[in-house]
């Protein structure tokens, strides 16, 4: 072997020794951050349904069980979805920021009791006060599951061609209503009319 | 043994490790959690497969067969509904990860946007032997010119392997 040969092999080599770590360190730190930031919350499904009409549902009332409301009642308007028990412990966390929007919105919060007993939710309703233009009963969790609902409580934001605009899982709050939800409403709906 | 705890502990040791053992024999299988009959035993084995296919929605590492949550029953009893209905596995697949997005499938579909996760540890594994061959290959040169020094071509080295 000529010594230029060797000295080129010498010059491959400290270059690989450098260049090598570097390249497959920046390759890992990649990788990484990319997961870390596409893992913002572990556990957190992101639902498939934003983007999507809404699924067709239809639900007793908890007023009156003989009477049935969804979808059908709803067209052409805005609405917001909220999922919850009497058994939810976040659910209580989040009732007075549901009441507040109440109160400061013209857009109806359809209640959805998931899983409950009626005459519990009827009781609850009665002592923290209701924020729901209508409440329907969601026994056996059909609702839940057809818009991918896995925990309570869970907001939803249907527009008026019943295309659901965001969820929110996890409590709702002032700060989640005024960032999520009214910045995606009419300015006059956001305000309400009261 | 155990060197650190005496006789008696370790006595009792054996013995809560025998009771584990014992529990763990006796658990009762998985289908015990929500026991269904299908009316037929072709549906009965679709709706066994089925279940082993989704992950319970609320659990990181569970399948709807395994698990004894709310949602996971409720998605069974979904799973259940659509298979009467005539739904196709296909059908009720798709049906769930519009629901629960990609997240519900216990194993996930291979597809193209997640390739390079499939692929990333073969690529890793081809371009590290390239780097290993290569500093063999180099190192093996710095030994010729070792046996070259002999005739002066080259100073004295002070770095020697």
Same mark, same amino acid.
């Given at each position: 072997?000529?010594?230029?040969?060797?000295?080129? %092999?010498?010059? @491959?080599? #400290? *270059?690989?020794?450098?260049?090598?770590?570097?390249?497959?360190?920046? +390759?890992?730190?990649?990788?990484?951050?990319?997961?870390?930031?596409?893992?913002?919350?572990?556990?957190?499904?992101?639902?498939?349904?934003?983007?999507?009409?809404?699924?067709?549902?239809?639900?007793?009332?908890? %007023?009156?069980? @003989?009477? #049935? *409301?969804?979808?059908?009642?709803?067209?052409?308007?805005?609405?917001? +979805?909220?999922?919850?028990?009497?058994?939810?412990?976040?659910?209580?966390?989040?009732?007075?920021?549901?009441?507040?929007?109440?109160?400061?919105?013209?857009?109806?919060?359809?209640?959805?009791?998931?899983?409950?007993?009626?005459?519990?939710?009827?009781?609850?309703?009665?002592?923290?006060?209701?924020?729901?233009?209508?409440?329907?009963?969601?026994?056996?969790?059909?609702?839940?599951?057809?818009?991918?609902?896995?925990?309570?409580?869970?907001?939803?934001?249907?527009?008026?061609?019943?295309?659901?605009?965001?969820?929110?899982?996890?409590?709702?709050?002032?700060?989640?209503?005024?960032?999520?939800?009214?910045?995606?409403?009419?300015?006059?709906?956001?305000?309400?009319?009261? | 043994?155990?060197?650190?705890?005496?006789?008696?502990?370790?006595?009792?040791?054996?013995?809560?490790?025998?009771?584990?053992?014992?529990?763990?024999?006796?658990?009762?299988?998985?289908?015990?959690?929500?026991?269904?009959?299908?009316?037929?035993?072709?549906?009965?084995?679709?709706?066994?497969?089925?279940?082993?296919?989704?992950?319970?929605?609320?659990?990181?590492?569970?399948?709807?067969?395994?698990?004894?949550?709310?949602?996971?029953?409720?998605?069974?009893?979904?799973?259940?509904?659509?298979?009467?209905?005539?739904?196709?596995?296909?059908?009720?697949?798709?049906?769930?990860?519009?629901?629960?997005?990609?997240?519900?499938?216990?194993?996930?579909?291979?597809?193209?946007?997640?390739?390079?996760?499939?692929?990333?540890?073969?690529?890793?594994?081809?371009?590290?032997?390239?780097?290993?061959?290569?500093?063999?290959?180099?190192?093996?040169?710095?030994?010729?010119?070792?046996?070259?020094?002999?005739?002066?071509?080259?100073?004295?080295?002070?770095?020697?392997?």
């Amino acid at each position: 072997m000529s010594s230029n040969e060797a000295q080129t %092999a010498r010059g @491959r080599l #400290s *270059f690989n020794r450098f260049l090598i770590p570097i390249a497959v360190f920046m +390759l890992l730190a990649t990788v990484l951050a990319v997961g870390v930031k596409h893992s913002p919350d572990v556990g957190v499904i992101h639902s498939p349904l934003i983007g999507k009409p809404a699924p067709v549902w239809s639900l007793p009332l908890l %007023a009156d069980a @003989r009477r #049935s *409301f969804g979808s059908q009642n709803l067209r052409g308007q805005w609405y917001v +979805l909220n999922v919850w028990g009497t058994w939810c412990y976040a659910c209580r966390d989040e009732h007075q920021s549901l009441l507040a929007i109440a109160q400061h919105t013209a857009v109806p919060i359809i209640g959805i009791d998931w899983r409950d007993d009626d005459a519990q939710a009827r009781s609850w309703l009665a002592q923290l006060g209701d924020p729901y233009a209508t409440v329907a009963t969601d026994h056996d969790g059909r609702l839940a599951i057809d818009w991918g609902v896995y925990g309570a409580p869970e907001t939803f934001l249907v527009n008026p061609s019943g295309v659901v605009l965001f969820k929110q899982i996890g409590p709702m709050t002032p700060d989640v209503w005024q960032k999520e939800f009214a910045s995606r409403l009419p300015p006059g709906l956001a305000r309400g009319h009261s | 043994m155990i060197p650190l705890v005496g006789a008696h502990a370790r006595r009792l040791l054996i013995g809560a490790c025998a009771c584990v053992l014992v529990l763990l024999a006796s658990a009762p299988p998985a289908l015990a959690i929500d026991p269904v009959q299908m009316p037929t035993p072709e549906l009965q084995a679709r709706y066994l497969a089925l279940i082993q296919e989704f992950r319970c929605p609320v659990c990181q590492n569970e399948t709807l067969a395994d698990s004894n949550e709310d949602v996971a029953g409720e998605v069974r009893r979904q799973i259940r509904t659509m298979l009467l209905q005539g739904k196709t596995d296909a059908q009720i697949r798709d049906y769930l990860v519009s629901r629960y997005s990609e997240f519900i499938l216990f194993k996930p579909e291979y597809s193209l946007r997640n390739a390079w996760l499939w692929l990333l540890p073969v690529a890793l594994l081809a371009l590290g032997t390239v780097v290993a061959l290569r500093v063999i290959r180099a190192r093996a040169a710095l030994v010729g010119e070792d046996d070259d020094q002999e005739d002066g071509d080259l100073g004295p080295r002070v770095d020697s392997r």
